[in-house]
């Protein structure tokens, strides 16, 4: 991969924005992309290097976004047959070059790393940090009492809430014992986590649950939360409850994230809904073409028309009166 994009897609990660990485797998000639050649698609829609002529551009454009809100990867094949080029795996799409050839590109979203918040300093927080730093989270710990030295595997350690502290999608552990159980989860819970888990009985939850319902909580927002939090496998030592604990943030996480349709209109489990995809249809050769970054477009009679290639573009200039007549034939067919 170039430089200048492994340097993209490190800004992107750090900020914790969603992309996808695009790579040439295998081509046939004459197509004009090569084995490795790579690109950077965010989920803006913004579109950065080179995987094939621009024709290729808007449906790579449209499948990367697919990929990234459906947050698994594709595998692309381009040619002249797509009918010839399906199996299993494969997306099949018709290649649009004027100059043929067939090309497979692989994409691969890049969600953000996902993040385990622990409330509290309790043995059970400090065994939770070293299982959730091997499973791959991003741990950060907030507690008055709490240091960077207790906690190691941790991000970063805070003392209080901070604005960016819990964002949406976040997993979180409410583990304060008591002492500010009421005041934590009031102020995690309106933030939308993908799992909010608080260490209390149920008898002290249900006393939580009437208070912060008094406070204006919705009762909505406080049926997600697991209280006990963990599995239910008769846990006893902190070891065995921080156990309980992260197998419960993953079994929740993968159910979610299967129960997700895979579509470009989706969000994955935990994340904001994005505003839907807008698509048009190239007036020349039929292609569906992402509005959001899309290269080629022109203005006939007061409306905005799509293209996939500057090639369909050029055609649609020369004579438009002739693509638009056979667009309303076919729609009133």
Do not use: N
């Not at 829609?45 to 990867?73: H, K, M, N, Q």
């Not at 991003?138 to 030295?149: F, H, K, L, Y």
């Amino acid at each position: 991969m170039r430089p200048d994009l492994l340097a993209l897609a490190s800004s992107l990660a750090a900020r914790e924005e969603r992309f996808a990485l695009v790579t040439v797998v295998r081509r046939e000639p004459p197509s004009s992309a090569r084995v490795g050649d790579t690109a950077v698609v965010t989920e803006k829609g913004d579109y950065y290097g080179w995987v094939g002529g621009g024709c290729t551009r808007s449906t790579v454009l449209r499948e990367a976004l697919r990929a990234i809100a459906g947050g698994e990867p594709r595998l692309l094949s381009l040619s002249p047959d797509p009918a010839g080029a399906r199996r299993p795996g494969v997306v099949a799409l018709p290649m649009t070059c004027d100059s043929g050839g067939t090309v497979e590109i692989y994409i691969e979203p890049v969600p953000p790393v996902a993040r385990l918040l622990l409330f509290g300093s309790s043995p059970v927080v400090r065994v939770l940090a070293r299982i959730g730093r091997a499973v791959g989270y991003r741990i950060e710990v907030i507690d008055p009492d709490a240091d960077q030295a207790d906690f190691p595997e941790a991000e970063r350690v805070l003392k209080e809430i901070a604005p960016d502290a819990v964002p949406r999608g976040a997993h979180v552990l409410v583990a304060t014992m008591g002492e500010r159980d009421l005041k934590t989860i009031e102020a995690v819970v309106t933030r939308a986590p993908a799992y909010l888990g608080v260490i209390a009985s149920r008898t002290r939850f249900a006393q939580l649950r009437d208070a912060l319902i008094a406070r204006g909580v919705s009762r909505d927002a406080l049926e997600g939360i697991a209280a006990p939090a963990g599995l239910d496998i008769g846990a006893r030592t902190p070891e065995e409850i921080a156990l309980s604990i992260m197998a419960q943030i993953v079994e929740r996480r993968r159910r979610a994230a299967a129960e997700t349709p895979q579509t470009g209109d989706s969000a994955p489990a935990g994340v904001a809904p994005r505003e839907k995809t807008r698509e048009a249809i190239d007036p020349v050769c039929g292609m569906a073409v992402t509005i959001a970054g899309a290269r080629h477009h022109a203005g006939v009679r007061g409306l905005t028309y799509y293209f996939c290639c500057a090639g369909c573009r050029t055609k649609f200039l020369a004579d438009p009166a002739r693509y638009l007549a056979a667009g309303a034939e076919a729609r009133g067919s």
